[in-house]
């Protein structure tokens, strides 16, 4: 069965403070790996594709990484404004293509 | 560009009520997403849409919910009757999705709550 698994659940992390999220996954034939930003009251904002394994993708202070069972978002320097929910999603290759969803990490930069 | 627009931002309603929820996707996608959010759930799928036909409505729960896109800038989700434990926040997202790998790009949801 596909699935996405994210961890942790919530991160705290003071300004500055580097660290990674975790997203793993089962799925048949690989068409994608999403990463999505989430504020409160609003919908999830696409940040990266990632396609294939070593394949790796960058935006300000984040970094996005790819295994063939796993994806590693990278905040290096957080500040507060990162603050939000972070999800993962993965398309499968094959049946009807559709996105499956992680339950995200909830990340908080303290100033 | 207009990203995708969802209708209401809010609706609060009573048990028993028909719910309907909106939504226009980015002009040019050709695929509509409705998922539900929820704490214990995360996000979840409820039907899709490639050129406006129905692909994969596995997620939807029950006989209740029923989804519609009569055109490729429109697509209505409808709950009745409704119950209290539809109480979410609905999602419409849009891709142009061809071999997939596209992104979905998301509106900011509908608040449901069912009194």
């Known amino acids: 069965e596909d699935q996405v698994t994210q961890s942790p659940e919530a991160l705290r992390l003071q300004e500055g403070e580097s660290s990674s999220l975790n997203c793993s996954y089962t799925?048949?034939?690989?068409?994608?790996l999403f990463w999505y930003r989430q504020d409160p009251g609003k919908g999830p904002e696409f940040l990266f594709t990632?396609?294939?394994a070593g394949e790796e993708k960058e935006k300000e202070r984040l970094k996005a990484t790819l295994t063939k069972k796993e994806s590693f978002l990278h905040i290096t320097a957080p500040k507060p404004e990162d603050s939000a929910t972070y999800l993962c999603?993965?398309?499968?290759?094959?049946?009807?293509?559709?996105?499956?969803f992680g339950t995200g990490t909830r990340l908080k930069v303290l100033a | 560009d207009a990203g995708v627009i969802q209708s209401p931002r809010h609706e609060v309603t009573e048990m028993g009520q028909e719910v309907t929820l909106r939504c226009k996707p980015i002009?040019?996608?050709?695929?509509l997403f409705w998922y539900r959010q929820t704490m214990m759930r995360g996000l979840e799928l409820l039907i899709y849409?490639?050129?406006?036909?129905?692909?994969?409505d596995s997620g939807m729960p029950e006989d209740r919910f029923s989804a519609k896109m009569p055109n490729a800038s429109f697509s209505t989700l409808k709950i009745q009757p409704s119950e209290p434990r539809d109480s979410a926040v609905y999602f419409c997202?849009?891709?142009?999705?061809?071999?997939?790998?596209?992104?979905?790009?998301f509106g900011d949801g509908t608040r449901l709550s069912i009194l």
């Open positions: 997202a849009s891709s142009f999705m061809i071999t997939g790998g596209q992104p979905q790009h």
């Open positions: 999603a993965v398309q499968a290759g094959t049946g009807t293509y559709k996105y499956i």
């Open positions: 799925v048949s034939g690989l068409r994608g």
């Open positions: 002009s040019g996608h050709n695929s």
């Open positions: 849409f490639n050129n406006n036909v129905p692909i994969d």
């Open positions: 990632l396609y294939s």
